[in-house]
């Protein structure tokens, strides 16, 4: 995944927009932090008669858990492919 | 994570950031709690006893549940 | 539920950090009020052949919005708890 | 809700907190009323004429919603 | 739908408030512009068989995001009445 | 779309805004391509094979919405 163009921006900038871009990846993990333990819980847990997790569960939110991260990992793959892809025709149509 | 001294613009931006986090997290706990737990006729505007226990179960399922991601995310992001 | 840790920050950063729990709480409290007419406008009201809301449906939304405020109090002391437990064997493993 | 004159740049973020709050608002009675009214299966790209009645009740209902729940918040809160 | 009242601040903060209006905006209908894709893709495509949207899920896509705009631009204008219908009353109110 | 040259803190805003609208578009790919073809037994922790190429064909079909989308947006905001 290629970021905005950089260029034109001062040093100064290219510094204040990188740390903008850390911040929003704090966040942006943080987020999905949680909504992977609310989907994962969503899907798992159903039964209220006990306070702790039994062993079903429990292995249920581990797979959820691990399907999601390697989900993610092929979606972000082709998503890189995508938006290549795209700014590479971006840039053929701005050529001619 | 860094050894180096964070300035303090920075460490600010993370408390702020540890805040959002846990405001999230508590108002996913709601939601996905009440989903589970309140009967959706709302004949009562109060919590009934099996509704009240569900709620408790279900706030500690889910911080387990917290807890059980932040490791496996801890050991794939490592 | 206890806030992050303020030792460290210089009295205008803790100011600083003062006023971002306050802008956060006003935007958390404003986002917690929508959420909660969409809950229970979905839950409550199915028909649209008026355009006022009528005696059932008026009741009904009352009932789920006082119902989600009690059931946000008893989670927040529950988190609370956790939170608070969390931190003491937190402290625990340093004191080690 | 405090007597002292609150320093602008308060007073701005406050501004933009209520037009923050009002996108909100908005966006939420955009997707209420599309999931209440809207039948999915796209036949045509136009609003039909029951769609439209029902979009307007829909609309008048959820607004009214809004007062009940911000009464009951506010008695809640005060 | 009328803006909150911005008599009082300086024109500074006016100017201010603008460009946090239009940056609101900005990200307000790229948040839209994301909200639509997926609730048309989730209403339209249920088939991957192959890679490439068929005509009918192609039409889908436009009826449903054809719709969507009407749809919303319907709804902004009953939200404006009620807005208009509640300063209005809220005048009323401090006039007396 | 002004002819006038943006002063380079409204520059910055822009980058950072078009950041985070890849980031929430990929995030809904994620979530709805996870819905579209995750089996929510959670039997396994891999993506079977069938799970793969799903993943495969969705983001791709989730993309082509992406354009038509965007196309209609466009024109209808022109």
């Given at each position: 995944?290629s970021?905005?163009?950089a260029?034109?921006?001062?040093?100064?900038?290219?510094?204040?927009?990188?740390?903008?871009?850390?911040?929003?990846?704090?966040?942006?993990?943080?987020?999905?932090?949680?909504?992977?333990?609310?989907k994962?819980?969503t899907?798992?847990?159903?039964?209220?008669?006990?306070?702790?997790?039994?062993?079903?569960?429990?292995?249920?939110?581990?797979?959820?858990?691990e399907?999601?991260?390697?989900?993610?990992a092929?979606?972000?793959?082709?998503?890189?492919?995508?938006?290549a892809a795209?700014?590479?025709?971006?840039?053929?149509l701005?050529?001619? | 994570?860094?050894?180096?001294q964070?300035?303090?613009?920075q460490?600010?931006?993370?408390a702020q950031?540890?805040?959002?986090?846990?405001?999230?997290?508590?108002?996913?706990?709601?939601?996905?709690?009440?989903?589970?737990?309140?009967?959706?006729?709302?004949?009562?505007?109060d919590?009934?006893?099996?509704e009240?226990?569900?709620?408790?179960?279900?706030?500690?399922?889910?911080?387990?549940?917290?807890?059980?991601?932040g490791?496996?995310?801890?050991?794939?992001?490592a």
């Amino acid at each position: 995944m290629s970021g905005p163009d950089a260029s034109g921006f001062s040093e100064g900038q290219q510094q204040e927009l990188l740390q903008a871009i850390e911040t929003m990846q704090t966040r942006d993990s943080m987020r999905m932090y949680n909504n992977l333990v609310e989907k994962c819980f969503t899907d798992c847990v159903d039964s209220f008669r006990r306070k702790d997790l039994d062993a079903t569960e429990e292995k249920c939110v581990q797979k959820c858990c691990e399907k999601f991260m390697k989900h993610s990992a092929r979606v972000g793959m082709r998503f890189g492919e995508f938006t290549a892809a795209a700014e590479k025709q971006m840039a053929g149509l701005q050529g001619k | 994570m860094a050894s180096q001294q964070p300035d303090s613009s920075q460490a600010l931006i993370l408390a702020q950031q540890e805040m959002e986090y846990r405001v999230a997290l508590f108002n996913k706990m709601v939601t996905s709690c009440f989903d589970k737990c309140i009967d959706r006729k709302y004949k009562d505007g109060d919590l009934n006893v099996g509704e009240n226990s569900c709620v408790d179960r279900c706030t500690s399922k889910y911080w387990q549940t917290t807890g059980i991601v932040g490791q496996l995310l801890g050991t794939g992001q490592a």
